[in-house]
């Protein structure tokens, strides 16, 4: 049995209820290590979604970011990142989602991303097309780097190489294009180059559950995604992502591979 778009997003929105609950309130934060947090929102928020799996789907394989991998015994996994923009979300900033993804052997299918501030439901389904709540959205058509607004996340171990490369990154987008934002959180940063708000996103060391939904919300709008090296095969590890329009992808290669 396969899930629905709609029930995705049906399971997203309770999701996002949890965490527009838990918003603003006293956080019990722990650390995973020295900056990256996690909540009790962010438990709950996983609890509740992968116990939905578990009950619906009992042979479906998860992977989730705080209780890792449930193997199940077929080719359908999930992937969930049950709070993303964690770091925002303990400091009371108000941009930070639900991500959702499904997919079976190894084919992205379905895609939903709740943001329960703004209620945006960024959604997408394999060969259908993606939306923002019901309207269909498609990456821009903006071919300038100049002309582009472009975002970002960083490690969270800044003492990694990764985290200079990042750096490095940061400067070069911030000289060669309009501008580089950091908004804090990856499935976001995604769906907004998916909406059109977003020109480029560029990443170095995220995980399959931040981006998996986005990638395929990405990639239904019309963009294009690949890894750093211009591979295609974006959630094997080590993970990078670069999604642009088809315009602006190989401009974007070309900064980030830059010597
Ligand atoms: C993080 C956010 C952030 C990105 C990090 C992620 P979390 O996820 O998506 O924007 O830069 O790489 O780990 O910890 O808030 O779920
Ligand atoms: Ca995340
Ligand atoms: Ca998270």
């Known amino acids: 049995m396969s899930p629905t778009l709609d029930e995705m997003k049906t399971i997203a ?19 995973k290590s020295l900056i ?27 992977v989730a970011e705080e209780s890792g991998v449930h193997q199940g015994s077929n080719g359908s996994c999930w992937y969930i990142d049950p709070l993303d923009g964690t770091v925002n979300f303990s400091h009371g900033v108000p941009i930070f989602c639900v991500s959702i993804a499904y997919a079976e052997d190894g084919v992205m299918k379905l895609g939903a991303v ?10 997408a389904e394999k060969g259908k097309g993606a939306w923002l709540n019901d309207r269909r959205i498609q990456v821009t058509e903006i071919s300038d780097l100049i002309r582009s607004l472009t975002v970002t996340g960083f490690p969270y171990d800044q003492k990694s190489a990764e985290m200079q490369q ?49 990638i ?9 995604t690949s890894k750093y090296d211009g591979s295609t095969d974006c ?24 010597g």
């Not at 000289?175 to 995604?190: I, P, T, V």
């Open 114 to 123: 709740y943001d329960p501030m703004l209620d945006e439901m960024f959604s």
């Open 13 to 31: 929105r309770e999701a996002g209820e949890i965490l527009r609950a838990g918003y603003g309130q006293v956080h019990q934060v722990e650390m």
């Open 216 to 224: 395929l919300l990405v990639e239904e709008a019309g963009g294009i």
């Open 36 to 62: 990256d947090p996690v909540t009790e929102t962010d438990k709950r928020s996983e609890e509740f979604i992968v116990s939905y799996i578990k009950k619906h789907y009992p042979d479906h394989s998860i």
């Open 235 to 258: 959630l094997s590890k080590p993970i990078s992502i670069v999604a642009a329009n088809k315009h602006l992808h190989p401009q974007a290669l070309r900064v980030i591979q830059q």
């Open 166 to 214: 990042a750096l490095d990154l940061y400067r070069r987008f911030s000289l060669q294009a309009q501008a580089c934002r950091r908004f804090g959180s990856a499935a976001l940063d995604c769906c907004y180059v998916a909406a059109g708000r977003m020109d480029i996103y560029f990443e170095i060391t995220v995980n399959s559950y931040d981006i998996a939904a986005g």
